[in-house]
């Protein structure tokens, strides 16, 4: 009886393992996909490609998704320099950190790191403690610890954990001595106003835009840098239609 109930056990643990580890995908519009998933590249753009579990099989464009998980890893769009990519989550933050496919190589070698405020940098081999500890100069006790070869290329990972810590820090000193403001109503009836004209056009994936402008609305209600990725991404959506696209020129600038 006892190894019966051991067995069981096992077997529950077993596939919950499995459902835990198994790819998925969360598309642009919020949806969550599960099943095989896999990037692949035609020509020189990269596909997410989804057999669900359904065996339904669909692909998207690195404009269509926001994530997906294959193996346990973490995937998503990302705009380096003038390229649209897929790349690799290896550490997430104000700072964070991701690795790339070099030119004509399969493994993902290539680091990069980007701030949330848009500023972003090819880690180099060269030239490491230069454009580093330009990259943080705003922590200069981080930047120091650089410039002194305290930390050094293969600990990335300390620095941006010791940056984000800082920022962090001084993000809460911030919200701690600045009294909370309202949006003013007229602010808000501009983004109400923009969001009815784009759900009353004729624009495409209407949906991708429309979350893309309550992020972009968020990030303006924080006074956070808009990333150029996010604002190439609605502009390009909106191109077709003057009237939202004046509207929207007003509210960012």
Known sequence: MRKNIFMIIILFLSISLIAKAQDYIITSKGDSISGKVKIEKIGTEKRIYVTANDKKKSNYTILQFRKAV???????????????????????????????????????????????????????????????????????????????????????????????SCVQERTNTYYKQTPVSSTP????????????KIEQSDLKDKENLLEMLEEIKAKKAKNEKLPKFLLDSFNNGIAQNEEIKKMFEHLVQ
Do not use: M
């Open 185 to 196: 109503l007229s602010n808000i009836n501009s983004w109400n106003e923009l969001k009815l």
């Open 70 to 164: 294959i193996k346990g890893e973490t995937f998503v769009p990302f705009k380096r320099g003038e390229t649209f990519d897929i790349v690799k989550v290896i550490q997430e933050g104000y700072l964070s950190l991701y690795a790339f496919q070099l030119e004509t190589q399969n493994t993902y070698d290539g680091l990069y790191l980007a701030k949330r405020d848009g500023e972003s940098l090819e880690v180099p081999n060269l030239q490491f403690k230069k454009h580093v500890s330009r990259l943080v100069s705003d922590c200069p006790f981080v930047k120091e610890r650089i410039e002194s070869n305290e930390f050094k290329r293969h600990e990335l990972s300390k620095i941006i954990e010791l940056y984000n």
